[in-house]
């Protein structure tokens, strides 16, 4: 008899423990976005930041990954020549934030991420995956990011040439924590403090990311849709519905009109009557045009946490989206 009740209870009780387990895990991730400017030290935060959290024993998360331009095979002075390019950057970048959030880990987002605007998508993903979020900020002066940028490229390393570097310093958009993606916000000085791995804003940023969520923790919280939210959801299913029919229609006139060689460098793809035109520039694949799909999606479907509601017929929705093509890979016509 007590084999029998062993046998009810037990996988009972290893089903609730597992739960425990995964949502430990899941409490833990996490998304930190690494903000400053050109050679400002963002790397090495970065290195330090992820060599900190790999030191705790045991780990509450299966691992620490950095998302950067190396890692993903990307020159940084070909990436920002232009803008288009650099749209392109920033889409890459974030599909690839996409699919690591997506895992029991925490991601390191080690890029300029100079844009508030940029900051804020990456906040929504970080929402839609109901994870822990904060910007760890290299504040360092526009002189020292020089200086360190010409000692680069005297040893023949990494760096950035003088035109691109001085357009990225001017249109550096400091991040503020009065801005909900823009908070928490930890702030180093490495020119004046320099970065270790015990730098005490390196050790709060991992105490924030690492300290148990619950109903007393004032501190430290995981990003997640209120009720109202998920209520409104619901509700917006048959929006929801219509921006998933009407993103694909788009791209199947992209692939369309590609294939008919329309949508080189001097020539627009159209969309019907009373919807803006694109110009592409270059040949995009379809794996990239359903990342930026699915990225748009998401980010449709979160803002109306906190804007108007999802499109609610067809037309709206592929204004929306091709005007969302255009920021990410063309330019209005």
Not at 38 to 67: H, Q
Not at 207 to 222: F, G, Q
Request: glycine letters at 4%; aromatic letters at 6%.
């Amino acid at each position: 008899m007590s084999n029998n009740s062993c046998s009810h209870i037990c996988p009972k009780y290893k089903t609730l423990v597992l739960s425990q387990t995964s949502r430990k895990k899941r409490e833990t991730m996490a998304m930190v976005v690494i903000c400053g400017q050109p050679c400002s030290g963002k790397s090495t935060a970065a290195r330090f930041l992820a060599s900190a959290l790999e030191s705790i024993d045991p780990k509450p998360y299966l691992n620490v990954r950095i998302i950067d331009e190396s890692s993903l095979h990307l020159d940084r002075n070909r990436s920002y020549a232009d803008m288009p390019t650099e749209k392109n950057l920033r889409g890459v970048l974030r599909s690839e934030v996409d699919r690591a959030v997506s895992k029991d880990n925490i991601i390191i987002v080690d890029s300029l991420n100079n844009i508030k605007g940029y900051r804020y998508e990456l906040w929504c993903l970080a929402r839609a995956a109901g994870i822990r979020y904060c910007v760890l900020f290299c504040d360092t002066e526009d002189n020292h990011c020089r200086e360190w940028n010409t000692e680069r490229t005297t040893k023949k390393e990494e760096s950035y040439n003088d035109t691109i570097f001085e357009d990225l310093i001017r249109r550096f958009e400091k991040p503020d924590n009065r801005n909900r993606w823009d908070s928490p916000l930890f702030e180093l000085w490495p020119a004046k403090d320099g970065i270790k791995q015990q730098s005490p804003v390196i050790t709060d940023a991992v105490s924030y990311l690492t300290k148990k969520v619950d109903t007393r923790s004032k501190d430290a919280r995981v990003l997640k849709p209120t009720i109202a939210t998920k209520t409104a959801h619901k509700t917006d299913a048959n929006s929801l519905y219509v921006v998933d029919r009407a993103t694909q229609e788009v791209i199947k006139a992209v692939m369309e009109a590609q294939s008919q060689g329309i949508g080189g460098s001097s020539n627009k793809i159209s969309f019907g009557q009373h919807l803006p035109s694109i110009n592409i520039q270059r040949t995009v694949g379809l794996p990239e045009l359903r990342s930026i799909r699915r990225t748009f999606i998401k980010l449709t479907g979160q803002s109306s946490l906190s804007g108007p509601p999802p499109p609610s017929d067809g037309n709206s929705a592929k204004r929306m989206f091709v005007e969302y093509l255009n920021r990410e890979i063309g330019i209005v016509l």
